[in-house]
């Protein structure tokens, strides 16, 4: 399964949205694109998930291309606890993650 | 409720030898999924548990293993270890192991093959 594709880094002023982009154009019908993020010795946390259509939660929105090729993670006002490596990720219906390479998102006072 | 735990935190094993990786799922889910995360990399995916049977693999080879027991908490073995065995093995649990389920991931046990 290929690799979903990300930029490696990006860098955001605090208190500002942040768009963070990825491509997953080998992507399946059936494969939900799901968001995490990692701090330093720790393990990925859940931000967001969706199918087709544009999500919103507490944390973030997820933007859906309507070809599912790509889509985007959307902070809406970064803070210095933003600050992580965001990964981009395919969920197939048998019980397979891939994982992208990640983002890691700096966050500037 | 306590999150996903995993033992031990560390382990230094030499090439050639066994390690088996253990994974406590929170109360209530029934699925089990590992990772293996090299430093400055992505996780990748080995195995996904579902009621005790594997619903999903990676690319991984014959060397690594898995199981789940009735209480949902799993082993991964990794026989023969080589050095690039060297990383961080993610464990994380979701309810019933949908792709549209959210997955709680555990702090990791980082093997080091010297």
């Known amino acids: 399964d290929a690799k979903t594709t990300q930029p490696n880094s990006m860098e955001s002023n605090e208190e500002e949205p942040v768009h963070l982009p990825c491509n997953h154009s080998t992507i399946s019908g059936t494969d939900y694109i799901h968001w995490y993020r990692q701090l330093p010795s720790q393990g990925p946390e859940y931000v967001i998930h969706g199918l087709t259509s544009n999500v919103n939660n507490r944390m973030a929105s997820l933007a859906i291309a309507e070809d599912r090729k790509s889509s985007t993670l959307i902070l809406h006002r970064a803070t210095l606890r933003d600050a992580a490596v965001y990964y981009c990720i395919r969920n197939t219906n048998a019980g397979k993650s891939t994982f992208g390479d990640g983002t890691t998102l700096t966050v500037k006072p | 409720d306590a999150g996903v735990t995993q033992s031990p935190t560390h382990l230094i094993k030499t090439r050639g030898q066994h390690v088996t990786l253990r994974c406590s799922p929170i109360s209530g889910h029934k699925s089990v999924s590992w990772y293996q995360q090299v430093l400055g990399q992505g996780p990748q995916f080995i195995f996904q548990?579902?009621?005790?049977?594997?619903?999903g693999r990676g690319n991984f080879p014959d060397r690594f293993s898995a199981r789940q027991f009735p209480n949902y908490s799993s082993e991964l073995n990794v026989n023969a270890l080589l050095l690039g065995d060297s990383a961080l093995y993610l464990c994380?649990?979701?309810?019933?192991?949908?792709?549209?389920?959210?997955?709680?991931f555990g702090p990791g046990t980082r093997l080091t093959v010297l």
């Open positions: 548990y579902y009621e005790k049977e594997e619903r």
């Open positions: 994380a649990s979701s309810l019933d192991g949908q792709n549209y389920n959210e997955q709680f």
